[in-house]
């Protein structure tokens, strides 16, 4: 089957510590994308990759990482700078037509706890 | 600016049709998009509508986009118990490939 996954779904974090998130896709997409999702907030978008070796910052990159080494996987590391990491964490993918729909595939999400 | 609103909240009776409204800023955006969230999950893509259109029907759901008000609605027909969730609308800026989402509806639907 086709599709997003991210692990693990929950996940508990001492302060101090950095923590890396997985999403892996099989869609065969070039463009993946990093959001969190705060309660009563919409998606805030923290990093997106529109190829393999790049990656922009989106709106709220600060004290998160990203690497594209491969098209599947596109890791995001919160690091002991993310002042409230506390949230849940959506990983997304699309083709890369510019002018086009793209539609976006959303994997199940990470639920990240800071203790 | 962008910026997408949507109401927070909005109960239905089984059966009847729920309207889910949102405003967008951005006239530049090309697509507008609706989706789905159930509790502790990812998002659903439901549907989309370019903006160069005024309505989409795809079975029980109904898009309609006022592009001079710049407004966006989802009609569910005949709403079921399934179909309480979280709804999210997302406008995708003209020269972008990224989204910009709403805070989300949450729908409930009782007996």
């Known amino acids: 089957d086709g599709g997003i996954t991210q692990s693990p779904k929950y996940l508990f974090r001492k302060e101090g510590q950095n923590v890396t998130l997985s999403c892996e896709q099989n869609?065969?997409?070039?463009?993946m994308y990093w959001y969190r999702q705060d309660p009563g907030q919409g998606l805030r978008l923290i990093y997106y990759?529109?190829?393999?070796?790049?990656?922009q910052k989106g709106d709220i990159a600060e004290g998160y990482s990203v690497s594209r080494e491969k098209k599947e996987s596109f890791p995001l590391t919160v690091t002991s700078a993310q002042k409230n990491p506390t949230a849940f964490y959506l990983c997304?993918?699309?083709?890369?037509?510019?002018?086009?729909?793209?539609?976006?595939?959303f994997g199940p999400g990470t639920r990240l706890t800071v203790l | 600016g962008e910026d997408v609103e949507q109401s927070l909240f909005l109960s239905v009776r089984e059966g009847d049709s729920s309207v889910i409204n949102c405003t967008y800023t951005?006239?530049?955006?090309?697509?507008l998009y609706w989706y789905k969230q159930e509790p502790g999950a990812g998002l659903q893509l439901l549907t989309y509508?370019?903006?160069?259109?005024d309505m989409k029907q795809d079975q029980r759901l109904t898009v309609l986009l006022n592009k001079k008000d710049k407004h966006l609605s989802l009609r569910i027909a005949d709403t079921q118990t399934g179909d309480s969730a979280i709804y999210f609308c997302?406008?995708?800026?003209?020269?972008?490939?990224?989204?910009?989402f709403g805070a989300g509806t949450r729908l409930a639907v009782h007996p």
């Open positions: 997304a993918s699309s083709i890369w037509v510019s002018g086009e729909g793209n539609e976006q595939f």
């Open positions: 869609l065969n997409h070039d463009a």
């Open positions: 990759s529109q190829i393999v070796n790049d990656f």
């Open positions: 951005d006239s530049s955006s090309t697509y």
């Open positions: 509508i370019f903006s160069n259109m």
């Open positions: 997302a406008e995708k800026p003209g020269g972008y490939n990224k989204l910009i």
